[in-house]
């Protein structure tokens, strides 16, 4: 299984990007997906997350109105479409995998399985 993630940069704030990960080694709809963000010395943070079929997304409050999960289980791709970034948005950014046994979703990343290798944010002032 890999998860490849990329699109991350350096933006100004109040600027948008877009993340995308790439799935490959698993059956993409099988799977719920999310966003988890990391910076040095802090534990993973919950972002977003999304059903495997993509009929529900759950966003933290630190992104709500901000930041929206989507994927495309054609194109075995997750994203995350961020607008309004902010300086406190700045982490690495990663994309991990949980198999779907419930509609349930997770925002412990212990609950995920599999884990892309992160794509850097920064955000200046």
């Known amino acids: 299984v890999q998860l490849q993630a990329s699109g991350g940069g350096l933006v100004q704030a109040g600027a948008s990007l877009t993340l995308s990960c790439v799935a490959s080694g698993l059956t993409f709809r099988d799977y719920h997906m999310a966003w988890f963000r990391q910076t040095p010395g802090q534990e993973r943070e919950f972002v977003a997350a999304?059903?495997?079929?993509?009929?529900?997304?759950h966003h933290s409050d630190s992104v709500k109105s901000r930041f929206t999960i989507s994927r495309d289980n054609a194109r075995d791709t997750l994203y995350l479409r961020m607008s309004s970034l902010k300086p406190e948005d700045t982490a690495g950014y990663y994309c991990?995998?949980?198999?779907?046994?419930?509609?349930?979703?997770?925002?412990?990343?212990?609950?995920?399985?599999?884990w892309g290798q992160g794509t850097q944010v920064t955000v200046s002032s």
């Open positions: 999304i059903l495997g079929n993509g009929k529900i997304t």
């Open positions: 991990a995998a949980k198999f779907v046994g419930s509609e349930y979703l997770e925002t412990l990343d212990t609950a995920y399985d599999y």
